[in-house]
């Protein structure tokens, strides 16, 4: 009996030792590294501003329901913008070329854009009517790359 009790304390000793070790673990979150390559900018002026988002709240233009919102100075064509630790999960992404540095995306009289902007998944939709599940993505591995081809308002 004492042998069979000194198993069992055994066992439980082991069990809660497995159980410390493991939890931090099973709550670790899983970490990705996001790059996201703006292709098809018409010049290399002014700045490429993007901002991520983790729900369609605020989506495509709230800063402020964004999970991520910056810009970027123009480099090279395309633009690799490299985004590390970023949870894994389901996210969409807008962007825009801010020719003229004021932070927003310019519109004319019409409401329609007057400087090149984006989606991830590049959806044929227009600028206005852009819905979150049409640009969806889902962020699970290590490396991730997303590319978005920015369209223009046509020239007269």
Request: hydrophobic residues 40%; proline residues 3%.
């Given at each position: 009996m004492f042998e069979l009790t000194k198993i069992r304390m055994g066992a439980i000793a082991l069990a809660t030792?497995?159980?410390?070790?493991?939890?931090?673990i099973a709550n670790a979150e899983l970490k990705?590294?996001?790059?996201?390559?703006?292709?098809?900018?018409?010049?290399?002026?002014?700045?490429?501003?993007?901002?991520?988002?983790?729900s369609s709240f605020g989506f495509p233009d709230n800063?402020?329901?964004?999970?991520?919102?910056?810009?970027v100075k123009i480099t090279e064509n395309p633009l690799k913008i490299t985004l590390k630790?970023?949870?894994?999960?389901s996210y969409a992404?807008?962007?825009f070329q801010d020719v003229n540095g004021d932070g927003t995306l310019n519109r004319n009289a019409?409401?329609?854009?007057?400087?090149?902007?984006?989606?991830s998944n590049n959806p044929t939709t227009r600028q206005d009517?852009?819905?979150y599940g049409d640009c969806v993505f889902l962020l699970a591995g290590a490396k991730e790359t997303i590319t978005i081809k920015l369209k223009y308002p046509p020239t007269k």
């Open positions: 030792l497995f159980s410390m070790v493991m939890a931090p990705s590294t996001l790059i996201i390559e703006v292709d098809d900018l018409k010049t290399q002026k002014g700045e490429v501003c993007f901002k991520l988002f983790s800063d402020k329901n964004a999970v991520l919102s910056r810009c630790d970023i949870s894994s999960g992404i807008a962007v019409a409401g329609n854009p007057t400087e090149g902007y984006g989606f009517l852009t819905r």
